[in-house]
């Protein structure tokens, strides 16, 4: 019910993260792997390819940097020029651009559905409305209290895997870790989607994103697998950790401006308020690049105890990369 099911469901290619981060190496990883588990399991996506493009011949600069970041990712991007972007998609405005053919789409809501399915095959047991409301460390691993409607339980384990989202800082905090000399607070920042009319939808046929801005990958146009299109999302810092979804309808003047830089024929009568969902950031408003953190404990005097903090995008798309790396820590 959050951030998994609140997002633009692409599988990204591993396009803009700095050379060697978690982020550029478990993107680009977790693509293969994901797009490998999609196609045993049958899972609805398909790899539609993306567009960035510069609306303006002052943005065709900013190509160079993301080409760069690209190859040091060593993610395949073929250069377009004006004239071949337009033979593509006719309808966005293109002074030049690149296009990203590893780029897709998924039903993220199918995917954690079989990933239910193969974990609860494998022996996991699934337990939902339960809330993690403390953590002690015992002599062989650790005491979790969990507490439902019934009450609260206590489990012990051997180990803990902290994927809590929005709520891993502060789940690492209840282990007793200082989250902000680790570095690990979580600043919550909401992303919006506004729908287009289905007469847009057909004005696209893949993924179409402006140049990065630096805090987001900016509002780009997202099909989905059903054929709708989607704009979204815009940056929001919040300043309290209040999850409310609500799109606020005042938003549209501005989503209207940021579509039609990409896609001119769009109105702002074509767009109606959709989803939102959260993004946990490490990253302050306006701060310096942050990494995901996928980290072993021990160090902090927790062995056994991995912390899964600020997986914000790309997140879905590196979401088996990250869990092999921690299987892999565990095994060793
Ligand atoms: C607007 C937006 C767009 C995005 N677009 C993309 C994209 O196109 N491609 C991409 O690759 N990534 C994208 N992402 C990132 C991606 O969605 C996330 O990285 C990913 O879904 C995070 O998954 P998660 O399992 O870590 O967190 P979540 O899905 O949030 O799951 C965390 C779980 O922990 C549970 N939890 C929290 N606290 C407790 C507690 N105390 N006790 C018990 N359980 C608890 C929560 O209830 C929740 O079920 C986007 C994110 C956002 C916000």
Redesign the pocket.
């Known amino acids: 019910?959050?951030?998994?099911s609140?997002?633009?469901?692409?599988i990204?290619a591993g396009i803009y993260y700095p050379r060697g981060s978690l982020k550029a190496v478990l993107c680009v990883e977790g693509r293969d792997r994901l797009y490998a588990f999609l196609r045993r399991h049958e899972v609805p996506h398909a790899r539609i390819g993306k567009l960035i493009t510069a609306s303006e011949p002052e943005e065709l600069p900013a190509l160079d940097a993301v080409e760069r970041a690209a190859s040091e990712n060593g993610v395949p991007l073929e250069r377009l020029s004006a004239e071949q972007a337009r033979r593509l998609e006719p309808h966005v405005r293109s002074a030049g651009g690149l296009l990203s053919p590893e780029s897709g789409i998924v039903d993220a809501h199918a995917l954690m559905d079989r990933l239910l399915a193969v974990a609860l095959e494998a022996g996991a047991v699934l337990v939902p409305r339960?809330?993690?409301v403390a953590i002690e460390r015992a002599a062989d691993g650790y005491q979790v209290s969990v507490e439902d409607a019934a009450g609260t339980e206590t489990i012990a384990a051997e180990r803990v895997v902290n994927?809590?989202?929005?709520?891993s800082d502060r789940?690492a905090s209840l282990a007793g870790i200082d989250v902000d000399s680790a570095g690990y607070r979580l600043h919550w920042c909401k992303?919006s989607y506004f729908s287009a009319a289905p007469r847009c939808a057909r004005l696209v046929s893949r993924l179409v994103y402006p140049i990065p801005g630096k805090d987001s990958l900016g509002v780009h146009a997202v099909v989905d697998l059903g054929g709708r299109l989607r704009f979204g999302?815009d940056v929001e810092y919040l300043p309290d950790r209040r999850a409310d979804y609500r799109v606020d309808p005042a938003r549209l003047a501005a989503f209207g401006a940021a579509a039609r830089r990409i896609l001119p024929e769009v109105r702002d009568e074509d767009l109606e308020p959709d989803i939102s969902?959260?993004?946990p950031k490490i990253q302050s408003p306006g701060g310096p690049f942050r990494d995901f953190v996928v980290a072993e404990e021990s160090s902090r005097g927790l062995p056994g105890f991995y912390d899964?903090i600020g997986?914000?995008?790309?997140?879905?798309?590196a979401a088996m990369a990250i869990a092999e790396r921690v299987a892999a820590q565990i095994r060793a």
Do not use: F, K, W
């Open positions: 019910m959050e951030t998994s609140r997002n633009s469901q692409v990204h339960t809330n993690v994927a809590a989202g929005l709520e789940i992303g999302p969902g959260i993004r899964l997986i914000e995008s790309p997140g879905l798309t």
